[in-house]
């Protein structure tokens, strides 16, 4: 048994699964707090997809360790099927990717559900986060 991480160090080792990006084909890389510096790290994986419903699917089935969305993990971690690891180098990111047709760039109605698509995500965030803790 490996026992549990502490250090995103001791990942090596470990069973991961790892995201790709499915616009650019890229893994995702994984961000940790450690000290006062944010680090990227790209730990070997053995499996890696490109949804994150198949990424939760692989970890609840006992896949290995991986990096999602809090908000995605968190009903999961409260029904036991997901524990939190890393928790101390947890960095937290509000990321959003919107497409839409280019003709409508500048079109204030996509502007708004855009800020309200942050919103919404953020407020969704804050909640899953406080029912992790």
Known sequence: MRGTPKHPDELEGHDTVTLRYQSTGQAMRWPFRI???VVERLPASGLTVD????????LV???GIGLCATF???PHVARGDLVPVLSDHAVERQNITALWPESRRTNPAVRAFLTHLQQVFEAQMEAAARDLS
Not at 51 to 58: K, T, V
């Open 35 to 37: 000290g006062d510096r």
């Open 72 to 74: 995605l993990a968190a």
């Open 61 to 63: 089935a006992g896949g």
């Open 51 to 58: 949804a994150s419903d198949a990424l939760i699917a692989i």
